[in-house]
């Protein structure tokens, strides 16, 4: 047997990044960054009230306190938005709300909260009752968030809803990206049937292809074909023709790797088939031309782990993005088990009381149990048992 970083390796090694496309942000959900993100202005690009209150000169009020206020005249009203720079003598104060520019002549703001009235005494002539604590309180600085042509996100970022709000506040209006990437899925296997159909002897529900089509899409990536062969050669041959026909990048396929007498996937394509030492998922087969082939194991929970170890990272990769793997914490185990000999156990558990419990035992056709995962606990391959207590790798994956 390899060991699971060996066979990642190989995949990865095969990898071939994506072309970049310039669209606009507010198309841009789900997309991998290709070039860093560049503000075109500055954020904030002025200097604006943090609070409603009053916009001062701190030197007129750096001794106030609630015996000896500081008087001060206001002279200027400012709302958010508006345009107006009014000029502040010593003693005179604006009346400002948030996000409104602040004055120039002014360097501090005074909260209502910190003067005598308040908002329902806050036009004419106000007692401010505390001192601010420097120069510049409750004022946000020009482009102290980022300033122009400051990088906003690095590429290899994926661009979610807050990053794209960045880029649109920051005045960016086109973002160069990975295109998505293009994939086929097949299962494979006599014995499947579509769901609602009845089922003879020997028959199960296929439900491998949609798994792995909601994977796919997890990674921002997009289903090109999705299909069913029996175990025959012609019908799998004919439907990786229909993938690459259709622009796919990877074709995955679920079924037909192991080591029975009915192994279509390994009998017809031209992969390269290894046992990795990771239970579930041990037999493992991969193609490294255009399109890539991932020949996965049958077995449900087989099929969502070989995903996540090595689908997963490869379809990130592609789309240039900085970081493949989910993220693993260090959580108790609650319950003990055991674990395979000489190979790395990626048990299902869920996430309760600040640690993990198994949501069955290891068995990798156990679908049912699966869809209560929220994670998978990694156990190295030296080691025998988990004991309740002991802490674990916890990769998360909802």
């Known amino acids: 047997m390899i060991t699971v970083e060996e066979h990642l390796a190989s995949v990865l090694a095969a990898v071939r990044p994506l072309d970049a496309t310039t669209m606009p942000v507010d198309a841009a959900l789900g997309r991998t960054l290709r070039e860093p993100l560049v503000a075109a202005v500055e954020l904030p690009p002025f200097d604006n009230s943090a609070m409603d209150g009053f916009a001062v000169h701190f030197a007129d009020v750096r001794d106030a306190a609630a015996d000896r206020p500081a008087v001060l005249e206001v002279v200027a009203d400012l709302p958010a938005g508006s345009p107006l720079d009014p000029p502040l003598a010593r003693g005179q104060a604006a009346r400002i709300m948030t996000g409104a520019a602040v004055p120039t002549d002014a360097d501090t703001v005074v909260p209502f909260e910190e003067t005598r009235g308040g908002l329902a005494d806050s036009l004419g002539r106000i007692e401010v009752l505390a001192a601010p604590r420097a120069a510049g309180a409750h004022v946000r600085g020009r482009g102290e968030d980022c300033p122009l042509g400051g990088e906003l996100l690095p590429a290899g970022t994926l661009l979610g809803s807050r990053q794209l709000a960045a880029a649109a506040g920051a005045g960016v209006t086109e973002v160069v990206v990975s295109r998505l990437p293009r994939v086929a899925v097949i299962s494979t296997g006599d014995e499947l049937r579509p769901p609602g159909a009845p089922l003879a002897r020997g028959q199960i529900v296929e439900s491998n292809s949609v798994l792995l089509e909601g994977l796919v899409r997890e990674t921002g990536a997009e289903v090109v074909l999705r299909t ?135 068995a990798s056709h156990l679908r049912a149990r699966l869809a209560r995962a929220e994670a998978y606990a990694i156990v190295d391959a030296d080691v025998t048992a988990v004991s309740a207590g002991e802490l674990v790798d916890v990769m998360l994956i909802s």
């Open 228 to 362: 069913t062969v029996a175990d025959d050669g012609d019908a799998l041959r004919a439907a990786v023709a229909e993938a690459s026909a259709l622009g796919a990048d990877a074709i995955v396929t679920s079924g037909g790797v192991s080591a029975g007498a009915y192994e279509v996937v390994k009998t017809t394509l031209p992969m390269s088939f290894v046992s990795v030492a990771m239970q579930p998922g041990k037999p493992q087969g991969f193609g490294g031309g255009h399109p890539l082939l991932f020949g996965l194991p049958g077995n449900p929970v087989s099929v969502a782990v070989s995903f996540e170890v090595f689908v997963r990272p490869a379809l990130l990769a592609m789309q240039g993005r900085t970081e493949l793997g989910r993220r693993i914490l260090r959580l108790p185990a609650l319950a003990g088990w055991r674990t395979p000999p000489g190979r790395r156990q990626y048990l299902p558990v869920a996430i309760e009381d600040g640690g993990v419990r198994p949501v069955g035992p290891g």
